[in-house]
C-alpha cells in the first residue's frame, strides 16, 4: 500500500468562473498525487467557502477525518495554500494540529515540505496570501464608501427598490414595479395620520405587498422601513460620515 492522503479542495463564489474550478484543482491534485505515488483516500469539497475562517463544512470534516485516522494518513495535499487558508493565524494553529497528528500538507504548485527552509516559505506563503485579501478588502472598502459620496447603493436593494445600472454602469437603485408603488402607498397612508402602522401594514399587504421570497411583510420589518431614510433618497452608513443625498427615486410622499 503506498502512501495514504487526502485531498481539499474549495472554491469561493466568484472563483468558480476562473482558472481555479474544482474540477481542474481536483484534477491536479490527483496528478500531483500520481506522480508522487501517493494513494488518494477521500477527497473534501468546499464550494463557494472563504476562506477566511476554519468555519467551513468540508474542511471541518476534513480535520476530523484525520485526526480520527491518525497513524493512517501522511498528508494533505491542497492545489495552492490559499485553498487551505488565508488567514495566517489559522494556517500555523492548523498547521501544528495536523503536525501533531503526524500529517503534514502538500501544496501542487508551491514548495511545501517538513524541513525549516520548507516551514519558512509556506508561512510566507500563507502571511501574502492573508496580505493579498486584507489588500483587497480594503479596496473594496474604499470602493463602497466612494460610491456613497456619489450618492450611489451599493448594497442588496431593500424591499420597494431593485439594484440597477446607471447610464454609466455603476451601481444604483430603480424602484421595483411591482413592490414599489405600494411601498409608496405604505408611506401615503401613514402620513396622513389616520391610520396606525398595523392598520397601513394591513392595508398594503391586502393589496398585495410581499417580500421577495413570497411571504407578508413582518410588522417589524415594516416598522423598519417606514424609519428607512433611504426612501427619502438618503444614504446613511454612520461608520462612513454623514447621510449622503442618493442619486435614486425617492418613495416617500
Known amino acids: 500500500m503506498g502512501i495514504r492522503v487526502v485531498i481539499y479542495t474549495r472554491v469561493s463564489t466568484k472563483e468558480q468562473t476562473k482558472n481555479l474550478s474544482l474540477q481542474t484543482q481536483k484534477k491536479a491534485c490527483t496528478e500531483y498525487c500520481l506522480n508522487h505515488g501517493y494513494e488518494v483516500d477521500r477527497i473534501f469539497v468546499d464550494e463557494g467557502e472563504s476562506a477566511k475562517t476554519t468555519a467551513r463544512p468540508e474542511f471541518r470534516n476534513l480535520m476530523e477525518y484525520c485526526r480520527v485516522n491518525r497513524g493512517k494518513l501522511e498528508a494533505v495535499v491542497v492545489y495552492n495554500l490559499s485553498r487551505f487558508s488565508r488567514n495566517t493565524g489559522d494556517h500555523l494553529t492548523i498547521r501544528a494540529l495536523l503536525t501533531s497528528y503526524r ?138 460620515g454623514e447621510a449622503t443625498r442618493g442619486n435614486f427615486p425617492v418613495l416617500t410622499c
Open 103 to 240: 500529517i503534514t500538507l502538500r501544496s501542487v504548485i508551491e514548495p511545501t515540505d517538513d524541513t525549516p527552509s520548507g516551514k519558512m516559505m509556506e508561512t510566507m506563503i500563507s502571511a501574502i496570501a492573508q496580505y493579498e485579501n486584507d489588500v483587497k478588502a480594503e479596496r473594496t472598502k474604499a470602493g463602497m464608501k466612494a460610491a456613497k459620496e456619489c450618492g450611489r447603493w451599493t448594497f442588496q436593494a431593500p424591499i420597494g427598490y431593485l439594484n440597477a445600472s446607471d447610464p454609466m454602469g455603476k451601481p444604483t437603485l430603480t424602484v421595483d414595479p411591482v413592490r414599489g408603488p405600494l411601498i409608496k402607498k405604505a408611506f401615503e397612508l401613514y402620513a396622513t395620520g389616520a391610520y396606525s402602522r398595523n392598520e397601513v401594514l394591513r392595508k398594503v399587504s391586502d393589496l398585495g405587498l410581499l417580500t421577495r421570497g413570497g411571504k407578508r411583510v413582518s410588522a417589524q420589518t415594516f416598522s423598519k422601513i417606514l424609519r428607512n431614510r433611504l426612501y427619502a433618497g438618503w444614504i446613511e452608513l454612520p461608520q462612513w
